[in-house]
């Protein structure tokens, strides 16, 4: 069955950085775009960064651009999302997702 496997996420400085993975299993995974969102407390889910199959196209919340980078390795079926400048804003359970699969989510919380 499909299993997508967030981890690395935890609690940070404002300033600092985090990276991201996201396991994928289960499925065929090179052929496909991968995303990352983002769900803070009270807020609807958003789309952080997304990537296409071959990695060569990536888009980004206006929020997160120039800050965030998301990439792959399909030999690996691993997606990232490297994060820097992290502010408190940036707080939320962050989630990997290809079609109608999500995976549990990592929390990452940005306070001093």
């Known amino acids: 069955q499909v299993q997508l496997v967030e981890s690395g996420g935890g609690l940070v400085q404002p300033g600092g950085s985090l990276r991201l993975s996201c396991a994928a299993s289960?499925?065929?995974?090179?052929?496909?775009?991968m995303s990352w969102y983002r769900q803070a407390p009270g807020k609807e889910r958003e789309l952080v960064a997304s990537i296409t199959a071959a990695g060569y196209t990536t888009n980004y919340a206006d929020s997160v651009k120039d800050r965030f980078t998301i990439s792959r390795n399909n030999a690996k079926t691993m997606v990232y999302l490297q994060m820097n400048s992290l502010t408190p804003e940036d707080t939320a359970v962050y989630y990997c997702h290809w079609s109608r699969y999500w995976g549990q989510g990592t929390q990452v919380t940005v306070s001093s």
């Open positions: 289960g499925f065929t995974f090179s052929p496909y775009a």
